[in-house]
Each structure stands twice: as C-alpha cells, then as structure tokens.
C-alpha cells in the first residue's frame, strides 16, 4: 500500500466563511459546510489530503459538483458529491462509501480514516458531542481491527464492548442513523444503500430537517 492515505488520527482544520441557508450558522459553527467550494477545495485537508479532485468541469442542475480521489487505488470506491448556492457557498455534503471498501481488512483502516476527517471537516464538533465521539470511535475500531501494521507513538484507543448505534450503520447494519452537529444546526445522516448494483455507505451533511 502506497503511503497516500496513511495518516491516521490526524487533526483536520476547518476553513470558513458566514454562511446563512435557511438557519444563520455562527461563524464558529462552520467548517466546509458555510465555506466556499473554490477556496476550500484547494486548501482543506479532506481535499487536498485525499487527492479529491472533480469529475468533469461542469456541475449539475441542482447545484452539485462530484469529486473522486485522483489516486487508482481509491478512485472506484469513493464519491464526494458537493452542493452549493449561486455563490458558491457550500449547503450540502454527501459521502459515498463502498462497503468493499470499508469491510476490506487490509483496506478498512484508509476508509475509517476518510470517513472520520469527513466527519470533522464538514462542520464543527467539539470533544465528546455525538459527531466526534462517532469520529473518534471508528478511528479506534478501525486500528484495533485492522490487518495492517500500525506504527504510532501512542498506545491504540480504548474501546467499550459495545459499539454505538451509528457505528453500528457505519459496520453494515441497515438500520439508518441521524447524528446532530455541535450547534443543533446540521446534522449527518448515515444509512446503507445500494448504487449501481454495489453496497455503498452514503454520509449526507445539510441543514437540520
């Protein structure tokens, strides 16, 4: 495996700009949602990090301009669908996971590691609230299960014996779940789908319905 993707626990910083669509969010309160694609896409770590590059040069009606990572080994096995205003300003954020990727062994701990900076890239958490203890908790999971060798300065996270309903739909469980972001503004849906015949874990982050 090559070193792109092997990061893991790293701090993701959070890029922003006020931002109002339909509830204001505090300026403390962005992260990629309130953010403007163009900016961001050149300087967030979720981007830049994972070689997240668009596919195509034109978006769609509804706004929204897909990403893939540039690199072959994830390419097939990820999709960022980013949607936006007539400003450009980022109002939704969906994730598209294969299961393959995610139930890989030897694999599982790249994909755990996309999906919690996903996690705390898209808006702002704070340590303990239900996005970042799910964040903290896959990247946990995800070293203990892992096949590969894990090298770090620091002994492994703990983890409890019994995993949390939402990483539960992170594992494969049907069973779909709605977490809320720190502000009680946005929140993040996370279900189990399936998209052209293959299983997909499906992350969307938008304004709280």
Same mark, same amino acid.
């Given at each position: 495996m090559k070193a792109f993707w092997s990061r893991i626990g790293a701090c993701i910083a959070c890029l922003g700009s006020l931002l109002s669509f339909g509830?204001?969010?505090?300026?403390?309160?962005?992260?990629?949602i309130g953010s403007k694609l163009a900016a961001v896409q050149t300087t967030n770590d979720l981007f830049v990090f994972f070689h997240f590059a668009p596919i195509g040069e034109e978006k769609l009606s509804n706004g929204t301009t897909?990403?893939?990572?540039?690199?072959?080994?994830? *390419?097939?096995?990820?999709?960022?669908?980013v949607t936006t205003d007539d400003g450009g300003i980022i109002k939704q954020l969906d994730l598209v996971v294969a299961r393959s990727f995610i139930d890989d062994p030897k694999k599982s701990i790249y994909a755990a590691d996309l999906v919690k900076s996903f996690l705390v890239s898209a808006a702002a958490t704070s340590a303990g609230d239900d996005v970042s203890a799910l964040a903290g908790e896959i990247n946990a999971r995800s070293m203990?299960? &892992? @096949?590969?060798?894990?090298?770090?300065?620091?002994?492994?996270?703990?983890?409890? %014996? +019994?995993? &949390?309903?939402?990483?539960? @739909?992170? %594992?494969g469980n049907p069973q779909p779940q709605t977490l809320?972001?720190?502000?009680?503004?946005?929140?993040?849906?996370? *279900? +189990?789908?399936?998209?052209? +015949?293959?299983?997909?874990?499906?992350?969307?982050v938008s304004a709280r319905s």
């Open positions: 509830q204001s969010l505090a300026a403390e309160d962005i992260g990629l897909s990403f893939k990572p540039t690199g072959d080994a994830f *390419r097939a096995l990820v999709t960022l669908n203990a299960g &892992s @096949t590969a060798t894990i090298l770090t300065a620091q002994p492994l996270p703990q983890i409890s %014996a +019994n995993p &949390s309903a939402a990483y539960q @739909t992170y %594992a809320f972001y720190k502000s009680g503004k946005l929140q993040i849906v996370l *279900r +189990n789908e399936t998209q052209a +015949n293959d299983p997909v874990l499906e992350l969307i």
